[in-house]
């Protein structure tokens, strides 16, 4: 056995030199098991069998427990491609898990030899070792026939039966028959039809190794008390850290606020939680109850919240200082956050099509968080039996106490899933369900492969059908599957994406992607070819040419249900204060309420296109459009991120509203073709840009480059005091932003909201400070000459906005304020002084004067 002492990246210290050549397997083991005993650790039997299965050349199913040592037998199949000269890819379901992997080989590895993929984004994309998530891949592997990927880990596998993304699992699978893969998940199931499928078609054997021992042995407790005395049990146990599982995102806000009157956290631990909190950013509407939330030691965890506020919660319990964490399933899958205890707060959720009894893979991922190799040495997961069994316990309780019958407590009539201890019980033994193939052909799926670099054209088309022969459903969907590929073609063609030309002499024809479309140009939306088709019908020198831009891409973005829902609760407000002071009755109010809907922009445009649109192209099917005013909205009334979330009451799905924004923002960039983006579509774009990223930089990483692969290496723990990247830094989108406050301190002027607009200004020290009263004396003179301010979107264009750099962080910023008479002649006349600060610290402007 050889004996490694640990260099700072251990495993690359091991490698062969190359001028020797590679190593062979024997070899390959006896390092990197020497490279296991230096760190103290000894490999379980399960993991010991599964890499000797791997270097036999097998694919492998690994079925074993969370926090059971996978991510160790993934590291030896990196391992032996770099021993071997070759090229090792790893993937997961969400980009959280895919960097902290990135940082886990970098170190293991060097940052040389690893890189990481996102999106058109790349760090080192030419290592040996790439991390990426599972879509990546998959595109990949449709774009490049000939893609060198020798080994693959496939970490969470047990998504390749979700409904949504489950395709992505299984392209490389059927398109790869070259590489050998690693196939992990805790709730695996059955696996022989895939293990099958794979053998087939890579001539080469599938092993399973599967192995129900976990590391940290878990215990299981139905508890019939109310839910903060059962958590006050669990912490008095010393079962903390616990994470509370709710099954939306309004359940884990209203559990936070209800602990917030237990009081379980000590001052000690409480005052280290504020010193962590010294120079975290609390800046957004929400950022105050979240951070009051986590100074009483109660964190949370779901999709509404920020990005930035979630990987807060998740460093902070990797310290041990939050008691409790109220969350949704989220935690079911990826980040490594040390929970003891694993709290259901019931056993029941919508699963897209109803509420249902949680399957068993679902049950068991979550609650394989619970306990961790390192922390703990005993793991629990506690479910609480429905709240009207509890009641109705406590009810039983003062019977015998006073003798007299009193009345239960029925299940309630909706919104409830019967399930008591027995299912409990169930779901704890049962199997994994089996996993069912999600394979399906749409327009970005052949787009992909027709946009291969290797194989092009009618080869392309070729190419699905020959996979759709290979994917893994049964033959009934495979013809359905032919059928829909030749319909996704012909409307490719139809477009004008795809071209179509005979070659000489009548041979065979010749296909290729349009040369018109940008290098990113997708079809992820499932209606992008909706958006392309009536693109067209806009008038292109309208003035509102760009916002309608705007709502033609809002409408095929997925709803965000509580933005818009908060749209129409206001708009109901407003409308019933009307009716009431036109004396209307009750019933008939109701009934006008009834008519109303969340604002619609172009609505019987974009309702007569699509109806047109979906007549032609049979396969839109049940798909629907959806128009809606969220980006042009908060662009035609100056709203800032903030703003918006203040006026419609959204501080709890802050993370909703960014996403969706995020996804009006890759669309915009990625769907609509360059031709149809003129000037000011090119200047929203950008002010969304910055919009996303002044508020969370974490989100935009997801689809920006970035270029230098030392920033990305030094964001580990180990440099805290990294500051983030200055949006000075990239002077588009400084520019679009101070644009967009200079419109926002315009737009309180034009309607005399003076106390708003003083607000927005940072006071110039040592000089005369601006009051309310003073910008309203300002305004005076300009008022007297003109009747209003223009704020159509001509005064929004760029060529009314003047910015200057004068030094070292500091630009001189003048907007033009046009009049109904369509002149220019007055203008604010702002500084802008950044020097030892940043940019969101405080308003950006000070203004020097309003005049001509």
């Known amino acids: 056995m050889v004996t490694i002492e640990t260099p700072r990246a251990p495993l690359a210290a091991l490698l062969p030199d190359r001028s020797k050549g590679p190593l062979d397997s024997d070899e390959i083991l006896s390092r990197f098991v020497g490279w296991v005993e230096s760190t103290g650790l000894t490999l379980y039997p399960a993991q010991e069998e599964a890499i000797l299965e791997l270097l036999g050349g097998k694919h492998l199913f690994l079925k074993t427990p969370t926090g059971s040592g996978k991510s160790l037998v993934a590291m030896a199949l990196h391992f032996k491609a770099m021993a071997e000269g070759k090229v090792s890819y790893y993937t997961c379901p969400i980009k959280a898990l895919v960097n902290e992997k990135f940082f886990a080989l970098c170190e293991a590895f060097g940052p040389e030899n690893v890189g990481l993929l996102t999106g058109d984004a790349a760090i080192n994309r030419e290592a040996p070792i790439l991390c990426c998530t599972a879509e990546i891949l998959s595109n990949l592997a449709l774009r490049d026939a000939m893609l060198r990927a020798d080994y693959v880990v496939m970490d969470e596998f047990h998504y390749y039966a979700d409904r949504e993304r489950g395709i992505a699992w299984q392209i490389p699978l059927i398109t790869l028959p070259k590489t050998t893969f690693l196939m992990m998940s805790a709730t695996l199931g059955d696996t022989h039809l895939i293990e099958e499928r794979l053998q087939e078609f890579s001539g080469r054997e599938v092993a399973s190794v599967r192995s129900a021992q976990r590391p940290v042995p878990l215990d299981f407790e139905y508890r019939e008390t109310p839910l903060h005395e059962t958590i006050q049990d669990l912490i008095r146990l010393g079962k903390a850290p616990i994470y509370l599982v709710n099954f939306s995102q309004r359940a884990a806000a209203e559990q936070a606020q209800n602990l917030m009157s237990v009081d379980f956290s000590a001052k000690e631990d409480k005052e280290a939680i504020r010193q962590a909190l010294m120079e975290a950013p609390f800046d957004t509407p929400y950022g105050k109850d979240f951070q009051r939330f986590l100074r009483h030691g109660i964190g949370m965890h779901h999709a ?36 003891r205890t694993v709290l259901f707060t019931q056993l029941f959720k919508f699963n897209g099509d109803k509420l249902a009894t949680l399957s068993v893979r679902d049950f068991q991922q979550i609650a394989g968080r619970a306990g961790r190799k390192g922390f703990d040495t005993q793991g629990s997961v506690v479910a609480q039996a429905p709240e009207h069994v509890i009641e109705n316990v406590k009810i039983a309780q003062k019977e015998a106490k006073g003798g007299k019958r009193l009345p239960r407590k029925p299940p309630p009539q909706k919104g409830f899933v019967n399930y008591d201890k027995n299912t409990f019980e169930r779901l704890q033994t049962g199997l994994p369900e089996p996993l069912e193939s999600r394979f399906e052909v749409t327009h970005g799926f052949l787009l992909n492969l027709l946009q291969s670099e290797m194989v092009g054209g009618a080869e392309g088309y070729q190419r699905l059908v020959r996979l759709i022969f290979r994917s893994h459903g049964s033959e009934y969907i495979k013809r359905r599957n032919l059928k829909e590929a030749a319909a996704c073609f012909r409307t490719l063609r139809n477009a004008g994406l795809v071209l179509v030309q005979k070659g000489e002499g009548g041979s065979g024809a010749t296909v290729a992607v349009s040369p018109g479309l940008q290098r990113d140009f997708s079809l992820n939306q499932t209606l992008s070819l909706y958006l392309l088709d009536t693109l067209n019908k806009l008038d292109h020198e309208a003035e509102t040419y760009a916002l309608d831009v705007v709502t033609l891409v809002e409408s095929i973005c997925e709803n965000p249900e509580v933005v818009l829902y908060a749209q129409l609760h206001e708009l109901k407000g407003n409308k019933i204060n009307e009716l009431k002071a036109q004396g209307m009755e009750y019933d008939q109010r109701m009934e006008e309420l009834e008519k ?257």
């Open 304 to 339: 509404g919240l920020l990005p930035k506020y979630r990987l807060l919660v998740e460093r902070l319990a990797q310290t041990g200082l939050l008691k409790v964490i109220s969350g949704t399933d989220t935690l079911g899958v990826g980040v490594n956050i040390p929970i």
């Open 596 to 852: 109303l809907e969340w604002p619609k922009p172009n609505r019987d445009f974009i309702y007569t296109t699509f109806n047109a649109f979906a007549e032609k192209h049979p396969w839109v099917g049940a798909e629907n459009i959806r128009p809606k005013s969220i980006v042009r909205d908060m662009y035609e009334r100056y709203l800032s991120f903030h703003d918006y979330v203040r006026e419609y009451g959204l501080q709890r799905s802050e993370g909703v509203l960014l996403r969706y924004l995020g996804d009006v923002y890759k669309a915009l960039t990625q769907t609509v073709p360059e031709r149809y983006r003129n000037q000011e579509v090119n200047e929203i774009i950008e002010w969304l840009r910055a919009m996303i990223r002044y508020v969370d930089q974490s989100l935009l990483e997801e689809w920006e480059r970035m270029k230098n692969p030392g920033e990305v290496v030094v964001r580990r723990a180990e440099a805290p005091d990294r500051k983030p990247q200055d949006l000075t830094d990239d002077p588009r989108a400084f520019a679009a932003h101070v644009r967009n406050e200079l419109h926002r301190l315009l737009r309180a002027l034009a309607y005399r909201r003076y106390p708003d607009a003083l607000a927005l200004l940072r006071q110039e020290e040592g000089g005369d400070q601006w009051t309310a009263t003073k910008l309203g004396e300002a305004m005076t003179p300009y008022f007297e000459e003109h009747k209003s301010v223009v704020l159509t979107p001509q005064a929004r264009r760029p060529a009314n906005t003047f910015l200057k750099e004068t030094g070292p962080r500091q630009w001189e910023a003048q907007q033009r304020i046009l009049d109904p008479e369509g002149h220019g002649e007055w203008m604010l006349d702002c500084v802008i002084d950044l020097t030892g600060r940043k940019v969101d610290d405080g308003p950006l402007l000070t203004l020097r004067r309003i005049g001509t």
